[in-house]
């Protein structure tokens, strides 16, 4: 696959940058991953910088099986990631406390797959709009599907840190999978973690999908979003792909 692909990550306005981003593009198949550590102690730094170093550990094992059955490979493409993080927490005692968020897209001739837990997004864009983005498992996205509050009410709620589901070695909530089309000349995918896409707004994000978009423009909703946020922002990681 032809590819043009960005990343960025940068601590904000914390002290420690416990987002982690890794990538592996080949010719026969690419894998992206955005992953949000949660922990003190550095803790949520190892979660999440252990959870990319095990989907990166089993790619070449698990990439030749996405032909059949692609879902299930992905699910235990993952099962595989978590367990290489509890090997190397091996006797840390910050591992119960270490929980880390993930958005993951792998992509091949025939399909994208996304998997994702917390609040870690993926979005899938063309020049004209955002098609879909990843459903987070947090307290405002379960207030928006009720109707309680708008999408745009998401970044400032109280409750935007309250997640429902992460990924912990002692209890590792269920990651979601999605299945789709394979990505289309021209098309976008983003990939995310809170601390980006809060202080973005859809018409900004749309930019990015433009022909002539990239770098420079990423580099630019990521220095916007920092600002926003007015001397209290998280950790910001972005992912931005591109079929050429």
Known sequence: MELAFYQLTSAGDREINQDFMANLINDDYALFVVADGLGGHHA?????RFFCQ???KSADTYSKQMAQNPVDVLSAWIASAINEMERLFA???SANNAHTTCAVLYLDEQQALTAHCGDSRVYRMNPRQILWRTQDHSLPQQLVNEGKITE???ALHPGQNQLTRSINISNAHEVEIG???AMQKGETFILCSDGFWEYVKPAELLQLAEPASGKDELVKLARLAVFRAHGKSDNVTAQWVRRR
Do not use: N, R
Not at 44 to 48: L, R
């Open 152 to 154: 745009q009410d998401m």
């Open 54 to 56: 095990g989907l990166l």
């Open 91 to 93: 006797f840390d005692p």
């Open 44 to 48: 949520g730094e190892k979660a999440s």
């Open 179 to 181: 299945w789709y089309p």
